[in-house]
C-alpha cells in the first residue's frame, strides 16, 4: 500500500486495497456491500459519528461511486461535514457534493447556507472552497443566492489574488447558468480593468469571464478590445524571463496569449483606432515570426505551447479576415505543418487551412499545397487525419481544380475507410456538380461514385444526378448511353440499377438506334436485374418498364408479360402487384395518345440549391463544410458580435432549418397509383423540419388582420418586404409570396422554411416551391404556396426565412393566411331555414362553441361589417330581430367532409362587450371558428 | 471550456473523473465508456485529436494512464495537452514521481489539485508554484486540525 499523504484516512486505504485484491467483479461487489451495509448502519445507529469517522465513511462512498456503483445515501452526512470547522472535513464534504449532488437537489438549500457561511470566512482558503464549489454545481438557485456577493468579491480592492481568480471563474459558471445575474453599468468597466490587473493568474482567469460577456454584449464590453491588444502586446515582446512562473517552457503566458487572442475573435479588426490596429497586427507578426525562430527547447510542451499560440494567432488572423499580407503568411507557415513530424500539427494544419481556403485572400496561397493534401489524405496513418485532408481538398476546390480533385478523391474512395466514405461520397457529389462544366464529366463522376461507393451514395445523391440530366437536353443521351454501359457490369450496385432504371425509362428512346442498345436489350438487360433487387427498386422498374410500352410501342407484349407474371400472387409485395396490374391495364386500355400523355417525359425540376449540400450540413452540425470564398470584410466599425453567433436561433436548429428534409421512407406514398414516380416530385419540403425554437417571435400583430383578407403586406423591415396575395377554392388554396429585398446587397443562403407540425400537414396539405438561394439587392421575387385542406386545424402555418445580410445570419418568423376560415364558402338562406338549422345545432353542447369577451377596441359596427364578410361566410341580413347582431352562414370545405357552420355576434355596446355563438356539425370546428373571430374584436 | 476529464487506465478502469457540464450518471457513464474504447484502440503515433459529437476530444498518454479531454470547438487542443502536461507535473512534484496507485489511494487529492488548477472547466492557475503552494497550505490545515481518529481506525472501517 502507497503512502498515504496528509492526514490519510487509514480505514479507507484498507478498503481500497481490499477491493484491489478481490479476484473477480463478484468479490468485489460483495465486498462493496458489505462495506454499504456497515456504512449504512454506522450512518443509522445511535452512536452519533465524530467529524473524522464521517468524513471518512463519506470518502469510501466517494470511493464506491467512482468505481461505478449507485450511491443513495450518505448526502446528509456529507452536507453536514460542510458545516465542520476542520478545513479537512470541510473540504471531503464539498467533494463529495460536487461529485455526487445533482443541481436540483433537495439539499441544496442546506448547502447554499454552508456556502453562504464559507464565503463570510475570513479565511481565504475556506472562501475558495466555497467558490469551487459554487463553479462546479453552478445552479441557477446558486446564481440567485449568490449573483450579488461574487461580483464584490471580484472587483473590490481587498480581495486577495486566489479569490479574484476563484471569483472570475465562478462567476462564469454561474453567468452560464442565468445570464442575467452580471450586474450592467460601473461594474463593466471595472470588470474589463482586469485585464489590466498585476496578477496573471486573475488576468487569466478574468480573460474567460470577459469572454463569456463579450459574447452576450459586445458593445457593452467593447473597451476590452484596447486593453487586451497592449496587454498581448506585452506578453509576446517578453523575454521567457521576464514572466517567470507564468513562463511555460520558455513561451511566456502561453494560456493567457491564447484566451486574449480567442477573446479578440468576438469582434472585426479594430478601425476606429488605428493605433491599436496597428498594435494587433505588429503582435500577430511577432507571433508569426517566432514561429520561425529555431526552438528554445526540444521538449514537446515547447512546442506545443508555442504553437498553440500560432495557431490562436492564425485564427484570429482568419477572422479578421483584412490583411492579405498576415492571411499569405499564416498559409506559408500551415503549408510547412503539413509536413511536420508531429501528426497533431498535421492535423491542425488541414483544419486551420479548411478556413484559409476560404479567404479570397489566401485562396490561391492554399492551393499551392494541393499536392501535399493529396499525399495527406492518401498516406496519413490516422484516419482522424486522413479526414481532414479530405475536408481541406473539398474546401480548397475551385473551378480550377476540381477536376483533379474530384478525381483524386475518387481514387482514393476505392480504399477509404468506411467511417468517412459517406460523407466522401456527398462532397465529391457536391463539388462535381458545383464546378461542372461539362455535364457529361458530372454524370461520369456520379456513376463512378455508385460504381466504387455504391453503399454510401445516399438517396439525395442519386436523386440530384436524375433531377440534372433531366433539366438538361445536352447530356441526356449521354447519360443514357453511359448508364447502360454501366449495368452491363455483371453485378452492378442497386443504386445503379435504379438509376439507370430511371434515366433509361426518360431517355432510352436517345440510344434505341443503335442495335446493341435496342429496346429489347434495354429491356432485357433491366429486367435481369429485377429479380437481384428491393421491393422499392422493383415498383421503380415496372414504372420504367411502363414508360418503356410509351417509348418502344414494338416492345409491348413483352413489358406485358412481365406485368402479367407480377400483377399476381407471384408478387408477394403488394405494392408491385398492385403497379403491375394498374400498368398493365393501362397498357391495355389506354390508347397510345392517352398513354402518351400520362407518360410523358418529365417536366424539368425547379432549380434550387442541392438538397445534397443540406444533407452534408446536417451530418456536420458543429462543423459547416465550406467551400464558399467568403467576401472580404472591409474593416469598418461593427458594433456587432461576429459571424458566429446567429442571433436568434440556435446553431444546430440552423443546420436542420437549412435541410430540405427527406421523407424517410419514400415508398410510403404507395397507396397512390404514381408511387415511385411521385417519389422525385416529394423529396423536398412537405415535411416540416426543426421545431420552433422559443426564441422566434411570430410577427402576430399583423398577421391578425390576415385572418379576414388575402391580400397585402404580410412582414417589413428594413431589409426585407414580404407581401402575400392569395385565392381559395373549396378546400384548395393557392398563395403567392412576394420578397421584396430592400437592401441594396444581395440576400444570400435565402431559405424559407416551412414550419407546419407533421400532425398538423396531415390536416392541411401544404406544398411550397422552392425559391433561389440569392435575392438579389432591389429584387423582388415570388413564391407559390399550395394548400389543400384535408381535416379541419387550429392555428395557421408559417415560414421561418432564413437568410444572410452581410454575412450576418437573418430570421423571420411569419403566419401564413392560412387559417381554418379561409376555406369557408358562403352560404344564403333565409331566416326560416337559419333559425331552424341554429335550433337543430344547438341540440347538443359539443357542437357549440361560446365566448364572451370584452370589445378591444371602441364598438364600430360599421367596421366590423367588412371584417365579417371578409372572414368567408355570408352575412345574413335582416335576419336576426335585432339589427346590431350579425348572423352569417358558410360551409367549410375539408377533403373528408364538408362542415356547415352558422355564427351569432351580438354586440353589447353598454357593457361594451360581445358574445359570439359557433354551431357547426363538428365541435372542433366551433371551436376554432369561434377563436379565429373573436380575436377580431 | 473544458466538459469533462478523464483519467483511465489501460485495461480501461476509470481512475477519475470530472465534469464541468451536468449531465445523468446514465450519461456520464455511456460517454465514459463510449470513449474509453474509442481511445483504448488508437496506435500511439496517431494523433491526440479526436472530433466527437460536436466536440474535441484531446487525450494523452501518460505510462498506464491515459487522460482525456472533452473541450469545445472554440478550445485549442494544443494547449489542451499542456494543461494534462501541467496536471500530471502537479501530482508528480505532490506525490514524488506519482503513478497510478497514487491516484487510486488518493483521489481525493487528486481532485484537490485539479480544482486549484481547473475551475468550471476554464484554467484558473498556470503557475505551477502558485498551485503548489495552494495545495501545501490546505495540507497545513489538516495537520493542525490533530488527526484525532488516526488512532481509533484500524482498517476496521
Known amino acids: 500500500?502507497?503512502?498515504?499523504?496528509?492526514?490519510?484516512?487509514?480505514?479507507?486505504?484498507?478498503?481500497?486495497?481490499?477491493?484491489?485484491?478481490?479476484?473477480?467483479?463478484?468479490?468485489?461487489?460483495?465486498?462493496?456491500?458489505?462495506?454499504?451495509?456497515?456504512?449504512?448502519?454506522?450512518?443509522?445507529?445511535?452512536?452519533?459519528?465524530?467529524?473524522?469517522?464521517?468524513?471518512?465513511?463519506?470518502?469510501?462512498?466517494?470511493?464506491?461511486?467512482?468505481?461505478?456503483?449507485?450511491?443513495?445515501?450518505?448526502?446528509?452526512?456529507?452536507?453536514?461535514?460542510?458545516?465542520?470547522?476542520?478545513?479537512?472535513?470541510?473540504?471531503?464534504?464539498?467533494?463529495?457534493?460536487?461529485?455526487?449532488?445533482?443541481?436540483?437537489?433537495?439539499?441544496?438549500?442546506?448547502?447554499?447556507?454552508?456556502?453562504?457561511?464559507?464565503?463570510?470566512?475570513?479565511?481565504?482558503?475556506?472562501?475558495?472552497?466555497?467558490?469551487?464549489?459554487?463553479?462546479?454545481?453552478?445552479?441557477?438557485?446558486?446564481?440567485?443566492?449568490?449573483?450579488?456577493?461574487?461580483?464584490?468579491?471580484?472587483?473590490?480592492?481587498?480581495?486577495?489574488?486566489?479569490?479574484?481568480?476563484?471569483?472570475?471563474?465562478?462567476?462564469?459558471?454561474?453567468?452560464?447558468?442565468?445570464?442575467?445575474?452580471?450586474?450592467?453599468?460601473?461594474?463593466?468597466?471595472?470588470?474589463?480593468?482586469?485585464?489590466?490587473?498585476?496578477?496573471?493568474?486573475?488576468?487569466?482567469?478574468?480573460?474567460?469571464?470577459?469572454?463569456?460577456l463579450v459574447k452576450k454584449n459586445p458593445e457593452e464590453y467593447k473597451g476590452c478590445v484596447s486593453l487586451a491588444v497592449s496587454r498581448l502586446s506585452r506578453i509576446v515582446t517578453a523575454s521567457y524571463t521576464d514572466l517567470q512562473d507564468y513562463t511555460y517552457y520558455f513561451v511566456p503566458a502561453p494560456w493567457l496569449s491564447v484566451k486574449l487572442l480567442r477573446l479578440l475573435q468576438n469582434y472585426t479588426p479594430p478601425a476606429e483606432d488605428p493605433g491599436v490596429r496597428g498594435r494587433l497586427n505588429e503582435c500577430l507578426e511577432t507571433i508569426l515570426n517566432k514561429a520561425q525562430e529555431p526552438p528554445k527547447s526540444k521538449k514537446v510542451q515547447h512546442s506545443n505551447a508555442k504553437n498553440a499560440v500560432l495557431f490562436e494567432a492564425i485564427s484570429l488572423i482568419i477572422h479578421n479576415d483584412s490583411e492579405a499580407n498576415l492571411l499569405v503568411r499564416a498559409c506559408n507557415q500551415l503549408g510547412q505543418f503539413l509536413s511536420n513530424r508531429e501528426t497533431n500539427l498535421r492535423y491542425l494544419a488541414l483544419e486551420s487551412m479548411c478556413h484559409l481556403a476560404t479567404s479570397e485572400f489566401s485562396h490561391e496561397a492554399v492551393k499551392k499545397h494541393q499536392e501535399v493534401v493529396i499525399l495527406s489524405m492518401k498516406m496519413e496513418k490516422d484516419v482522424s487525419v486522413r479526414q481532414r485532408a479530405v475536408d481541406l481538398l473539398y474546401a480548397m476546390c475551385d473551378k480550377s481544380n476540381a477536376e483533379e480533385i474530384v478525381q483524386e478523391m475518387l481514387n482514393y474512395l476505392e480504399t477509404a475507410d468506411y467511417s468517412i466514405r459517406e460523407e466522401m461520397v456527398l462532397k465529391v457529389a457536391i463539388l462535381a456538380e458545383k464546378y461542372a462544366t461539362d455535364y457529361t464529366w458530372y454524370v461520369d463522376v456520379i456513376l463512378n461514385l455508385i460504381r466504387i461507393a455504391g453503399d454510401y451514395v445516399s438517396e439525395e445523391v442519386w436523386y440530384r444526378v436524375i433531377q440534372i440530366v433531366i433539366n438538361?437536353?445536352?447530356?441526356?443521351?449521354?447519360?443514357?448511353?453511359?448508364?447502360?454501359?454501366?449495368?452491363?457490369?455483371?453485378?452492378?450496385?442497386?443504386?445503379?440499377?435504379?438509376?439507370?432504371?430511371?434515366?433509361?425509362?426518360?431517355?432510352?428512346?436517345?440510344?434505341?438506334?443503335?442495335?446493341?442498345?435496342?429496346?429489347?436489350?434495354?429491356?432485357?438487360?433491366?429486367?435481369?436485374?429485377?429479380?437481384?433487387?428491393?421491393?422499392?427498386?422493383?415498383?421503380?422498374?415496372?414504372?420504367?418498364?411502363?414508360?418503356?410500352?410509351?417509348?418502344?410501342?414494338?416492345?409491348?407484349?413483352?413489358?406485358?408479360?412481365?406485368?402479367?407474371?407480377?400483377?399476381?400472387?407471384?408478387?408477394?409485395?403488394?405494392?408491385?402487384?398492385?403497379?403491375?396490374?394498374?400498368?398493365?391495364?393501362?397498357?391495355?386500355?389506354?390508347?397510345?395518345?392517352?398513354?402518351?400523355?400520362?407518360?410523358?417525359?418529365?417536366?424539368?425540376?425547379?432549380?434550387?440549391?442541392?438538397?445534397?449540400?443540406?444533407?452534408?450540413?446536417?451530418?456536420?452540425?458543429?462543423?459547416?463544410?465550406?467551400?464558399?470564398?467568403?467576401?472580404?470584410?472591409?474593416?469598418?466599425?461593427?458594433?456587432?458580435?461576429?459571424?458566429?453567433?446567429?442571433?436568434?436561433?440556435?446553431?444546430?436548429?440552423?443546420?436542420?432549418?437549412?435541410?430540405?428534409?427527406?421523407?424517410?421512407?419514400?415508398?410510403?406514398?404507395?397507396?397512390?397509383?404514381?408511387?415511385?414516380?411521385?417519389?422525385?416530385?416529394?423529396?423536398?419540403?412537405?415535411?416540416?423540419?426543426?421545431?420552433?425554437?422559443?426564441?422566434?417571435?411570430?410577427?402576430?400583430?399583423?398577421?391578425?388582420?390576415?385572418?379576414?383578407?388575402?391580400?397585402?403586406?404580410?412582414?417589413?423591415?428594413?431589409?426585407?418586404?414580404?407581401?402575400?396575395?392569395?385565392?381559395?377554392?373549396?378546400?384548395?388554396?393557392?398563395?403567392?409570396?412576394?420578397?421584396?429585398?430592400?437592401?441594396?446587397?444581395?440576400?444570400?443562403?435565402?431559405?424559407?422554411?416551412?414550419?407546419?407540425?407533421?400532425?398538423?400537414?396531415?390536416?392541411?396539405?401544404i406544398q411550397m416551391k422552392p425559391v433561389e438561394p440569392v435575392l438579389e439587392a432591389g429584387a423582388q421575387r415570388q413564391q407559390t404556396i399550395n394548400a389543400e385542406c384535408i381535416d379541419d386545424y387550429t392555428d395557421t402555418p408559417s415560414i421561418g426565412l432564413s437568410f444572410l445580410y452581410n454575412n450576418m445570419p437573418q430570421k423571420i418568423t411569419f403566419k401564413l393566411p392560412l387559417t381554418l376560415n379561409k376555406f369557408f364558402e358562403p352560404t344564403d338562406m333565409n331566416a326560416e331555414s337559419f333559425f331552424a338549422r341554429w335550433k337543430n345545432l344547438g341540440s347538443t353542447n359539443q357542437q357549440r362553441s361560446q365566448k364572451i369577451f370584452k370589445a378591444s377596441g371602441a364598438m364600430d359596427l360599421q367596421a366590423a361589417k367588412p371584417k365579417i364578410i371578409g372572414f368567408g361566410m355570408q352575412l345574413l341580413e335582416d335576419i336576426d330581430p335585432n339589427p346590431d347582431n350579425f348572423v352569417c352562414a358558410g360551409i367549410i370545405h375539408m377533403r373528408s367532409q364538408q362542415v356547415g357552420c352558422l355564427l351569432r355576434l351580438e354586440p353589447n355596446k353598454t357593457a361594451q362587450m360581445y358574445r359570439l355563438t359557433v354551431r357547426s356539425s363538428k365541435e372542433s370546428v366551433s371551436v376554432e371558428i369561434c377563436n379565429l373571430l373573436a380575436d377580431q374584436f | 471550456m473544458m466538459q469533462f476529464m478523464l483519467l483511465f487506465s489501460r485495461q480501461g478502469k476509470l481512475r477519475l473523473q470530472k465534469w464541468y457540464v451536468a449531465h445523468p450518471d446514465k450519461l456520464k457513464k455511456k460517454i465514459t465508456r463510449e470513449l474509453i474504447t474509442t481511445i483504448l484502440v488508437r496506435k500511439p503515433k496517431m494523433c491526440s485529436f479526436l472530433e466527437w459529437r460536436d466536440l474535441k476530444i484531446v487525450y494523452k498518454r501518460y505510462a498506464s494512464l491515459y487522460f482525456c479531454c472533452a473541450i469545445e470547438q472554440d478550445d485549442n487542443e494544443l494547449l489542451t495537452l499542456e494543461i494534462v502536461h501541467r496536471y500530471v507535473e502537479l501530482l508528480d512534484k505532490y506525490f514524488g514521481s506519482v503513478c497510478e496507485l497514487d491516484i487510486i489511494f488518493n483521489f481525493e487529492k487528486a481532485y484537490f489539485i485539479l480544482d486549484e488548477l481547473l475551475l468550471g472547466g476554464e484554467i484558473q492557475e498556470t503557475s505551477k508554484k502558485i498551485v503548489l503552494k495552494a495545495i501545501a497550505a490546505q495540507d497545513l490545515l489538516q495537520e493542525e486540525e490533530t488527526p484525532q481518529g488516526f488512532f481509533d481506525d484500524h482498517g476496521l472501517g
Open chain 1, 1 to 212: 500500500m502507497p503512502a498515504v499523504r496528509g492526514d490519510g484516512m487509514r480505514g479507507l486505504a484498507v478498503f481500497i486495497s481490499d477491493i484491489r485484491n478481490c479476484k473477480s467483479k463478484e468479490a468485489e461487489i460483495k465486498r462493496i456491500n458489505k462495506e454499504l451495509a456497515n456504512i449504512r448502519s454506522k450512518f443509522k445507529g445511535d452512536k452519533t459519528l465524530d467529524g473524522y469517522q464521517k468524513k471518512k465513511y463519506v470518502c469510501k462512498l466517494l470511493f464506491i461511486f467512482l468505481l461505478g456503483h449507485d450511491i443513495d445515501f450518505g448526502h446528509m452526512e456529507a452536507v453536514n461535514l460542510l458545516s465542520s470547522n476542520k478545513y479537512s472535513e470541510k473540504q471531503i464534504g464539498y467533494l463529495f457534493i460536487s461529485v455526487l449532488v445533482n443541481t436540483n437537489s433537495e439539499l441544496i438549500k442546506l448547502i447554499i447556507q454552508s456556502i453562504k457561511n464559507d464565503l463570510a470566512s475570513r479565511n481565504p482558503i475556506h472562501v475558495n472552497l466555497a467558490l469551487q464549489c459554487i463553479a462546479n454545481i453552478g445552479s441557477r438557485e446558486m446564481a440567485e443566492a449568490f449573483g450579488n456577493d461574487i461580483p464584490k468579491l471580484l472587483v473590490s480592492g481587498d480581495t486577495m489574488d486566489v479569490v479574484k481568480q476563484s471569483a472570475a471563474l465562478c462567476l462564469l459558471r454561474l453567468f452560464r447558468t442565468s445570464q442575467e445575474i452580471i450586474p450592467g453599468g460601473e461594474w463593466t468597466s471595472r470588470i474589463i480593468h482586469l485585464l489590466n490587473d498585476q496578477h496573471m493568474g486573475v488576468v487569466t482567469a478574468a480573460t474567460s469571464l470577459i469572454d463569456a
Open chain 1, 472 to 765: 438538361r437536353d445536352e447530356v441526356q443521351g449521354y447519360a443514357a448511353k453511359t448508364v447502360f454501359e454501366a449495368l452491363q457490369a455483371p453485378a452492378c450496385h442497386e443504386n445503379m440499377v435504379k438509376v439507370g432504371g430511371y434515366i433509361l425509362g426518360e431517355f432510352g428512346n436517345l440510344i434505341a438506334g443503335d442495335q446493341r442498345s435496342s429496346p429489347t436489350v434495354q429491356f432485357q438487360l433491366l429486367h435481369s436485374k429485377y429479380h437481384l433487387c428491393s421491393p422499392m427498386t422493383r415498383a421503380l422498374l415496372l414504372s420504367t418498364y411502363v414508360k418503356f410500352i410509351n417509348l418502344f410501342p414494338e416492345i409491348r407484349t413483352q413489358v406485358q408479360e412481365v406485368f402479367k407474371q407480377h400483377s399476381n400472387l407471384r408478387s408477394a409485395d403488394a405494392e408491385l402487384q398492385q403497379r403491375a396490374s394498374e400498368y398493365l391495364q393501362l397498357s391495355i386500355i389506354a390508347s397510345s395518345d392517352v398513354l402518351a400523355t400520362v407518360l410523358e417525359e418529365m417536366p424539368a425540376f425547379p432549380e434550387r440549391e442541392s438538397s445534397i449540400l443540406a444533407v452534408l450540413k446536417k451530418k456536420k452540425p458543429g462543423r459547416l463544410p465550406e467551400n464558399e470564398i467568403k467576401e472580404t470584410k472591409s474593416p469598418v466599425v461593427t458594433n456587432n458580435h461576429t459571424n458566429n453567433e446567429p442571433q436568434t436561433i440556435s446553431s444546430t436548429s440552423s443546420a436542420d432549418l437549412l435541410g430540405l428534409s427527406t421523407p424517410t421512407q419514400p415508398s410510403s406514398s404507395s397507396n397512390t397509383g404514381g408511387g415511385l414516380l411521385d417519389v422525385l416530385g416529394d423529396v423536398y419540403g412537405h415535411k416540416p423540419s426543426a421545431p420552433l425554437t422559443s426564441t422566434i417571435q411570430p410577427n402576430t400583430s399583423n398577421f391578425k388582420k390576415f385572418v379576414c383578407k388575402n391580400n397585402g403586406v404580410l412582414f417589413e423591415n428594413d431589409l426585407i418586404q414580404i407581401g402575400v396575395k392569395s385565392e381559395f377554392r373549396q378546400n384548395l388554396g393557392r398563395l403567392g409570396l412576394f420578397y421584396g429585398n430592400k437592401t441594396n446587397v444581395p440576400l444570400q443562403s435565402f431559405v424559407p422554411n416551412l414550419l407546419w407540425s407533421e400532425e398538423q400537414s396531415s390536416k392541411l396539405i
